[in-house]
């Protein structure tokens, strides 16, 4: 099942936050989220683990909610370069058992404008 | 040290004709994806790889897409009797196995046209 992530868009000024949420209909041990500028690859920004563990970009932050299975990314005082499309991509928990056959899905991507 | 990489970068084909697309993950990577993304959409799984594992076909759209992999090493992504709506953006990723640490890392992917 893919995941859905809100709000679709946003636009910012230059120096404002912003929060991108993702929803999953399954149980999560883990989020990756990725960035993509128009005509680009995505690019990793961070994995978020269960249990808080984060791995990735130094100025953006992200939460985990295991009840809610939600994760949000937070986006503080947006630079013109945090413009992009953000995915997420939640994993459930059996991703530990090496050679299974669990795919990343991905959710439809947070188009994100930072205007000067 | 080299990333992803995919070829060829563009391809204008006939409609009908079978395309090939090639993906040369990063040295070392068990785990290799390949997505597809249409203009101005998210990222659509088609298939996934993981070391000497059954690959996950789940995400192939019609029995005209097929892909393998060698070892752990290059990968082919074939459309048989292309049509309109395969014109896409084929990107393929690689990761290595331990997932918790281990982001995807993308080439620039295919564009492909069929005409």
């Known amino acids: 099942q893919q995941p859905v992530q809100s709000p679709q868009a946003v636009i910012l000024r230059e120096g404002e936050d912003a929060v991108i949420n993702c929803s999953s209909s399954?149980?999560?041990?883990?989020v990756h989220w990725y960035r993509q500028k128009h005509g680009e690859a995505p690019v990793f920004l961070m994995i978020?683990?269960?249990?808080?563990e984060q791995k990735g970009h130094e100025k953006i932050s992200a939460s985990f909610n295991e009840k809610k299975q939600q994760s949000s990314l937070y986006l503080t005082a947006s630079q013109l370069s945090y413009s992009g499309t953000y995915f997420c991509?939640?994993?459930?928990?059996?991703?530990?058992?090496?050679?299974?056959?669990?795919?990343?899905?991905f959710g439809k991507g947070t188009l994100l404008t930072v205007n000067p | 040290g080299a990333g992803v990489s995919q070829s060829p970068s563009n391809k204008v084909t006939e409609k009908g004709k079978d395309v090939e697309l090639r993906c040369d993950p990063i040295?070392?990577?068990?785990?290799l994806y390949w997505y597809r993304q249409r203009l101005g959409q998210g990222l659509e799984f088609l298939i996934y790889?993981?070391?000497?594992?059954?690959?996950?076909k789940s995400g192939l759209p019609s029995d005209r897409f097929s892909a393998e992999r060698t070892g752990e090493s290059v990968s082919t992504l074939t459309i048989q009797r292309t049509q309109q709506e395969d014109s896409a953006v084929y990107l393929c990723?690689?990761?290595?196995?331990?997932?918790?640490?281990?982001?995807?890392?993308f080439g620039n992917g295919t564009r492909l046209t069929v005409t």
């Open positions: 990723a690689s990761s290595s196995g331990d997932r918790r640490y281990s982001p995807l890392h």
């Open positions: 399954k149980a999560l041990y883990s």
């Open positions: 978020l683990l269960k249990g808080g």
């Open positions: 991509g939640p994993e459930g928990s059996r991703w530990w058992v090496i050679g299974s056959n669990y795919k990343l899905t």
């Open positions: 040295s070392g990577h068990t785990a």
């Open positions: 790889f993981q070391g000497n594992s059954a690959p996950d």
